[in-house]
């Protein structure tokens, strides 16, 4: 039982070029959320999917996007990255909506923009 | 002001102290609170949940003051391995978002 796997690990990109970072539950949790990390500013939300086939916008969407692929994978896209978007980023999922629910995160990716 | 505060730290306590830190939240729809412990470069991972009633799990202790609206965790005895940073983390179920603190750093020294 892996829980929340991410890939990759770490990645460096120079500003303009698109990647996918790649996330995986096998807990069979309904919600899967991606969340970004720096310094000072804590988690904050990204897109959210409540379940298979629902994406939602979370706090600061722009410049990404994402797809709930299925039920356990859920991929977050930069099309065109810039020095901003350098961060560390973590996927979790829960079983619902954050509503009560423990939420389990994955190792996350530390991506560094040039 | 943010929805959820926490002071950064860092606190630097002696092995075997008690410290406590604190977690204001600014709404008062909010149903469900957390503590998170994230250690160095890794991800955050859940320390226990904040009950109405309170909870103790070992040497930590939640609490829950709706009237003020925060949350605590009293850590006893410490120890070295309790280095890290700890997220609080609250949401309210007309929102369906978890919302997080930016963390409050523990540095136990020998």
């Known amino acids: 039982n892996a829980g929340v796997t991410q890939t990759p690990k770490f990645q460096v990109l120079k500003t303009g070029q698109s990647m996918t970072l790649q996330c995986a539950q096998d807990m069979n949790h309904n919600s899967m959320y991606w969340y970004r990390q720096d310094p000072g500013m804590g988690l904050r939300l990204i897109y959210y999917s409540a379940s298979e086939g629902t994406t939602d916008k979370g706090e600061v969407p722009n410049g990404y996007n994402v797809s709930r692929l299925n039920k356990r994978e859920f991929s977050l896209r930069l099309e065109s990255a810039a020095p901003s978007q350098t961060s560390v980023y973590f996927c979790?999922?829960?079983?619902?909506?954050?509503?009560?629910?423990?939420?389990?995160f994955g190792p996350g990716t530390r991506l560094t923009v040039t | 002001r943010k929805e959820v505060e926490q002071d950064p730290g860092p606190f630097n306590v002696p092995e075997g102290a008690t410290v406590a830190f604190n977690c204001t939240y600014s709404n008062s729809a909010s149903q469900s609170f957390f503590w998170y412990r994230q250690d160095c470069r890794k991800e955050p991972k859940l320390l226990m949940s904040v009950y109405s009633s309170g909870n103790e799990d070992g040497r930590f202790t939640a609490q829950l003051n709706r009237a003020s609206q925060y949350i605590s965790l009293l850590i006893r005895d410490s120890k070295l391995s309790d280095s890290a940073t700890y997220l609080c983390?609250?949401?309210?179920?007309?929102?369906?978002?978890?919302?997080f603190g930016t963390g409050t750093r523990l540095q136990v020294f020998p």
């Open positions: 979790a999922s829960s079983e619902r909506l954050a509503g009560g629910d423990e939420q389990y």
């Open positions: 983390a609250v949401a309210s179920y007309n929102t369906d978002k978890l919302i």
